[in-house]
């Protein structure tokens, strides 16, 4: 399966994944089908770069667009926040708004750097599903965190600042949602059923089609959310 395979099967899980959140009575399932949907996105966007021109320009362009994001989000009123928020880095292809943080970064890293060594890539990515369901699913960080505060009373604010925000925002796991059922609740491990799609990848692009996932993931938003709102 060449790229555009790959990025297909990953747009369809993600709309089944939309369509579960759009419409919370929806299947569980759906849920579960979705979870492949960005570990593969990832891998393609990984495997984009061997044919980026300039990676340096692209670099720069992401930091550009980033800078503007953040400042009109800043600025933003409760009418244009969602469309700096959302639309804006849809459109542009920003990464000011991935969703996942230092986690899925280094998930990128890992398909980047091993994306042509297929043993490599079988052990790092297992490793990595298990390592974040661990860290998503147990009670072990909070309760180093208890333990920490307990034994310092005084780093209770380096604490709470982890808590609330370099954990959920900039590492990407939540404390909220800590504990619950591995099926219904964190069901992250079910990315690992990406691993037989990507290493089907031929790693050819395929066809040339740039700017239509762009569209369909900016559309397909706003198509599930008038419906769910207005029918």
Same mark, same amino acid.
């Given at each position: 399966?060449?790229?555009?395979?790959?990025?297909?099967?990953?747009?369809?899980?993600?709309?089944? &994944?939309? @369509?579960?959140?759009?419409?919370?009575?929806?299947?569980?399932?759906?849920? +579960?089908?979705?979870?492949?949907?960005?570990?593969?996105?990832?891998?393609?966007?990984?495997?984009?770069?061997?044919?980026?021109?300039?990676?340096?320009?692209?670099?720069?362009?992401?930091?550009?667009?980033?800078?503007?994001?953040?400042?009109?989000?800043?600025?933003?009123?409760? &009418?244009?926040e969602s469309i700096c928020f959302f639309l804006l880095p849809a459109v542009t292809?920003?990464?000011?708004?991935?969703?996942?943080?230092?986690?899925?970064?280094?998930?990128?890293? @890992?398909?980047?750097?091993?994306?042509? $060594?297929?043993?490599?890539?079988?052990?790092?990515? !297992?490793?990595?599903?298990?390592?974040?369901?661990?860290?998503?699913?147990?009670?072990?960080?909070?309760?180093?965190? #208890?333990? @920490?505060?307990?034994?310092?009373?005084?780093?209770?604010?380096? @604490? &709470?600042?982890?808590?609330?925000?370099?954990?959920? !925002? =900039?590492?990407?796991? #939540?404390?909220?949602?800590?504990?619950?059922?591995?099926?219904? !609740?964190?069901?992250?491990?079910?990315?690992?059923?990406?691993?037989?799609? =990507?290493? #089907?990848?031929?790693?050819?692009?395929?066809? $040339?089609?740039?700017?239509?996932?762009?569209?369909?993931?900016? =559309? #397909?938003?706003?198509?599930? +959310?008038?419906?769910? $709102?207005?029918?």
């Open positions: 399966m060449n790229a555009f395979h790959l990025k297909l099967i990953a747009a369809a899980a993600m709309l089944l &994944d939309h @369509i579960a959140y759009f419409f919370p009575n929806t299947s569980i399932c759906f849920h +579960w089908i979705g979870r492949i949907s960005a570990p593969i996105f990832i891998f393609c966007a990984g495997n984009s770069v061997h044919y980026t021109h300039s990676k340096k320009l692209y670099l720069l362009y992401q930091f550009i667009v980033c800078y503007i994001c953040g400042y009109l989000i800043q600025n933003s009123n409760a &009418d244009t292809g920003s990464l000011y708004t991935m969703e996942g943080g230092l986690i899925f970064v280094s998930l990128g890293l @890992i398909l980047y750097l091993f994306s042509y $060594k297929k043993i490599y890539m079988i052990l790092s990515y !297992v490793l990595f599903v298990l390592l974040y369901t661990f860290l998503s699913a147990s009670y072990f960080i909070p309760a180093a965190l #208890h333990k @920490i505060w307990m034994i310092f009373p005084a780093l209770r604010p380096c @604490i &709470d600042c982890m808590e609330e925000y370099i954990l959920p !925002v =900039l590492i990407g796991i #939540h404390p909220a949602a800590y504990g619950g059922s591995l099926f219904f !609740v964190h069901y992250e491990w079910m990315m690992i059923f990406a691993l037989p799609v =990507l290493l #089907h990848c031929n790693h050819t692009r395929g066809l $040339k089609v740039k700017y239509f996932f762009y569209l369909f993931y900016m =559309l #397909h938003i706003m198509l599930l +959310w008038y419906i769910a $709102k207005f029918l």
